[in-house]
């Protein structure tokens, strides 16, 4: 298993989760633009992360001040930037993942991701961060550490 903040290139390997995601696409943040194109990070997420895209794109449209043009090549940016694993590649972690929040079952791919790659979760979710398998960062945790271990 690789080691869980760096890989053989000296990328910091992490979890996207779509709030995250959406986030930057509809307003963005200096800091979480700066995360998420960073030569430093490379980022994956579950394969269904499209489908919840192409869900909420009529919304994410509706709440950004983005034109569709525009919203639809950063889109595709994202989609070349974010490595999207199937689900038959982690399956084996869902009842794990599932067992930490068996109420909370929305971010359970994310979580059963970060447990088989054993790297950190990118989210604002404050319920991840009462387990304590996996290392959950906020964009400001996140922007903090890349700033003091200079990645």
């Avoid at 080691?3 to 990328?11: E, T, V």
């Avoid at 590649?89 to 993942?97: D, T, V």
């Avoid at 009462?130 to 922007?143: A, H, N, R």
Wanted: negative net charge; proline residues 3%.
């Amino acid at each position: 298993m690789r080691d869980c903040l760096k890989d053989i290139y000296n990328k910091m390997l992490i979890v996207i989760d779509a709030n995250e995601l959406f986030s930057l696409l509809i307003k963005g943040s200096r800091e979480s633009e700066a995360i998420f194109f960073s030569n430093d990070i490379e980022l994956i997420a579950p394969e269904f992360l499209l489908i919840e895209l192409s869900k909420n794109k009529q919304e994410i449209l509706e709440k950004t001040y983005r034109y569709e043009e525009e919203f639809s090549k950063l889109l595709s940016i994202f989609e070349r930037r974010v490595k999207l694993i199937p689900k038959q590649e982690f399956e084996e972690f869902i009842p794990k993942a599932v067992s930490l929040f068996p109420e909370h079952t929305k971010d359970v791919q994310y979580l059963a991701l970060a447990l088989k790659f054993n790297c950190p979760l990118w989210s604002e979710e404050k319920l991840l961060k009462q387990q304590s398998l996996i290392k959950v960062f906020t964009t400001e945790e996140l922007v903090e550490k890349l700033l003091k271990d200079e990645v």
